[in-house]
């Protein structure tokens, strides 16, 4: 599924996606805030995903 | 409780919890004497003149004795910040390499950007792996992290330079025996803002950075009430952080255990073995920094944050990105000496509150 959460500031794509995970197993989304990639590193660190960049703004989440 | 602390209490804000505090008593019951007594030119003959070279001499032994460094190779500064570039730029030479963590102060990378220089990675517990480098190579070296507390490594191995930034650590940082220029801010110790104080070891190396004439490593002015004052606020903090040390650690070690176990989710950096006592600093998952500091606020209590969406910017803490700590929801705490157990349960449990009301 692809979660688009351009425009949108800390900590709503977290949000977002930790709500989008729990449906679908990958999730690719789509962020041009300045907070998430910091964000997605310590968040899949603590909640047990992983997750590449995959494109400008563009990253994919996957459940571990 | 003392007499001094009687005073200490009833001068400081209830819930404050915010990196920078009230000017400290002892500074400020000296501050109009300051004036009257320190307003003449230091260089100058008159009798004025010469009372306040005495007093200067005074002011910089109190420094020295207390910072670990030699009053002769003290100087201050109007503008701390611009000890960074004396600091490091007086340093360098044309085949020199500087070394900097990526959790140093944005003064540091402005530095970086025109001289060129390798930046070190950061592991998620704060430790740098500092490199040999060459003679003529310079480290700037962090002694404390101010957003974190965390105490860097002595840098032992290199054999350049080493710049000390002791900004964030105040009368806590421990020179490495190679030093060779340092920097304190007044801040620190509950002195007045606008006054830096800057160290070079050894001066056949440093070379001035900025337009100079002469010997003078500045010629731009500082208020000598002001360093007189800040000299006193050291003396007094030096004594009140020892005399609550263990119950500034105590306190430290409560949050840390409340925040952990208490609120779901929460990144904290560092560990009571890494960080000095009186500074925390701790990410919320799930919650929007402006809003936990807003809340907060309303509630009586202050505190900083690193997040994004606290900072006019809107980018992240570049400590805490450099660190894979969680930006968003950051709440950063400074343990002042006069912090009352009471207060900290007391905001512990409004943010748990807040946390709650938040993520629903």
Known sequence: MELNCLGMRCPLPIINLARAIKVDAEIILLSDDPATLADLSAWSRMTGHSFEVIGPDKYLIKRL | ?360
């Open chain 2, 1 to 360: 409780m003392s007499k001094a602390g009687t005073v200490l209490r009833v001068g400081s804000i209830t819930g404050n919890f915010q990196s920078e505090s009230p000017l400290h008593p002892a500074a400020r019951a000296f501050l109009s004497d300051a004036f009257d007594r320190g307003w003449a030119d230091p260089t100058k003959i008159p009798v004025a003149s010469r009372q306040a070279a005495i007093l200067q001499n005074e002011a910089k032994e109190i420094f020295a004795s207390h910072l670990g460094i030699q009053s002769r190779h003290l100087e201050f500064l109007a503008d701390p910040s611009l000890g960074f570039h004396l600091g490091i730029s007086g340093l360098l030479n044309p085949g020199s390499t500087l070394f900097f963590s990526a959790v140093d102060r944005s003064e540091v990378f402005a530095i970086a950007e025109s001289s060129g220089g390798q930046r070190l990675p950061v592991s998620i517990k704060g430790e740098v792996q500092y490199p040999s480098g060459d003679t003529d190579d310079v480290l700037a070296w962090q002694a404390i992290n101010g957003e974190t507390g965390i105490r860097s490594a002595q840098p032992q191995d290199f054999a350049g330079r080493i710049f000390v930034d002791a900004t964030g650590s105040g009368h806590l940082a421990d020179l490495p025996s190679n030093w060779r220029t340092a920097l304190w801010s007044s801040k620190s110790w509950q002195g007045p803002a606008g006054l830096g104080i800057f160290a070079v070891a050894d001066r056949s190396i440093w070379k001035n950075p900025l337009p100079h004439l002469d010997n003078a490593i500045t010629n731009s002015e500082y208020s000598l009430p002001l360093a007189m004052a800040s000299a006193l606020a050291l003396e007094a903090h030096v004594l009140e952080y020892k005399e609550n040390l263990a119950r500034i650690t105590e306190i430290n070690s409560f949050i840390r255990n409340y925040v952990s176990t208490e609120i779901p989710d929460v990144d904290i950096a560092g560990s009571n073995e890494s960080a000095v006592p009186h500074l925390l600093s701790f990410s919320i998952l799930y919650t929007d920094a402006q809003r936990l500091v807003a809340e907060l606020d309303q509630k009586g209590f202050a505190v900083d944050s690193g997040s994004a969406c606290s900072s006019a910017n809107l980018e992240p803490s570049h400590v805490l990105a450099a660190m894979g700590l969680l930006t968003h929801g950051n709440i950063r705490m400074t343990l002042h000496n006069e912090i009352s157990e009471v207060e900290v349960k007391n905001f512990l449990k409004t943010l748990k509150e807040i946390v709650r009301e938040l993520r629903e």
